[in-house]
């Protein structure tokens, strides 16, 4: 389109209950609850609501009270990008997310789908770990890395940082990433591996899988939330 302006609607929404953003967890279990049961939501919006949410990010994963949020300890806000299935445009441009967790193929412009979202919540358990538990009282006596393998998901264009990200998925890639977190987050090493591995398939080429599988969408959100649960576990 060549439109200078997007004719947008400003909205608010008032949500209950009250939480707190992702990046302020405490420790792992927290982290890897409210994840979980962030992932649970979308697939609640997505299977049941026949929404997609298109915008996973810190900002939009909130810590939840169990006793003030029916037993579930994490949750998704911020539809603005949403869309319901099978609809016209939402208003947004083609492209929507927070660029470091914006899917491979997002950043390629193509259509947004579930598997997109899920792509999304594993770069920001990534981010949480290799990042932001640097500065949340995990680093111990060390310091974060000066020169990050994440530097490479914030600068460049869409398509230098799809590269750099589609690079990143590879099990010799991740293990760069996972070395850059802290000794207390080991435990969610393995996690990450098991993730990526759902999500990122090798193809006969030993080339990773970036695409939406056919099928029901529980073909990835039950693997990935038992993963999450067998992690939560064996804390």
Known sequence: SEDLWEDRIYSCLVISPAGRVISEFTDIKQLLESMRDAIKAHQ?????????????SPNNIIITDPETADGFKGTL?????????N????????RTGTIQFMAIEVLRNIDHTYRHDLESF???????CGCQSWHNGFSGNKKAPQESVFQRWEIGSFSQIARAKEGDMY??????????FPEKLDKVKPLCMRIRKILFPYDKNASVNIGTPAGEPDQLYKPIIAAYDEAISEL
Not at 122 to 127: A, D, K
Not at 172 to 180: D, K, M
């Open 44 to 56: 609640s919006l997505f299977v049941a609501g026949n929404i997609l949410h298109r915008d996973i």
């Open 77 to 85: 806000i911020d539809l603005d990008m949403a869309k319901a299935q």
């Open 87 to 94: 609809s016209g445009p939402s208003g947004a441009r083609q």
């Open 122 to 128: 594993f770069y920001v358990l990534l981010w949480m």
């Open 171 to 180: 099990v010799s890639g991740l293990q760069r990433i996972v070395n850059e």
